[in-house]
T-cell receptor, first 113, second 111 residues
């Protein structure tokens, strides 16, 4: 079963606007990661946030993590048409003894020029 | 050169055929994974391996088998392909509690 659920499933915005995607998960985690996937292609790692971190930045990306609510958000600021892609959160659950990423269902982002 | 490579990149086959998807990595990672992606369902774990002597089933291993021929090679087999195994397949590697590197994917169509 999927560990993470992303919200919204699809998001359509204009260039320059901010895009926020949310991820909820079910079990305690070691870390949570966000990936990007251009249509039908491989996944590209964007950012990793550990369970003891609350916020992390990378360029135009900002990720927050609330372990009490078992949720994370990804904010893309000043979006560009090139940001159009699907975005997935993935969790590395605690106490698995082995890193197994469990993926959410993804958010499809469309950024229009 | 890509760190994680998959062959073939695209494959069309018929129901009942045996198919092997291959994955090679130059990252020196011990951990390797096979994931399957279906539209709207994200990625689901098929099998994973800690080293050449360690093979573990993921959440959707039925109908699949794997072989870890060497640290750098991890192949996925469909013994008798069926149409609902049509999907995008990803190999991935990891060095532990950190980043996972994905291959470019294999698009498999079973007619």
């Amino acid at each position: 079963s999927q560990q993470g659920e992303e919200d919204p499933q699809a998001l359509s915005i204009q260039e320059g606007e901010n895009a926020t995607m949310n991820c909820s998960y079910k079990t305690s985690i070691n870390n949570l990661q966000w990936y990007r996937q251009n249509s039908g292609r491989g996944l590209v790692h964007l950012i990793l946030i550990r369970s003891n971190e609350r916020e992390k930045h990378s360029g135009r990306l900002r990720v927050t993590l609330d372990t009490s609510k078992k949720s994370s958000s990804l904010l893309i600021t000043a979006s560009r048409a090139a940001d159009t892609a699907s975005y997935f959160c993935a969790t590395d659950a605690e106490n698995t003894g082995f890193q197994k990423l469990v993926f959410g269902t993804g958010t499809r982002l469309l950024v229009s020029p | 050169d890509a760190d994680v490579t998959q062959t073939p990149r695209n494959r069309i086959t018929k129901t009942g055929k045996r198919i092997m998807l291959e994955c090679s990595q130059t990252k020196g990672h011990d951990r390797m994974y096979w994931y399957r992606q279906d539209p709207g369902l994200g990625l689901r774990l098929i099998y994973y391996s800690f080293d050449v002597k360690d093979i573990n089933k993921g959440e959707i291993s039925d109908g699949y088998s794997v072989s870890r021929q060497a640290q750098a090679k991890f192949s996925l087999s469909l013994e008798s392909a069926i149409p609902n195994q049509t999907a995008l397949y990803f190999c991935a590697t990891s060095n532990g509690p950190g980043l996972v590197s994905f291959g470019p994917g294999t698009r498999l169509t079973v007619l």
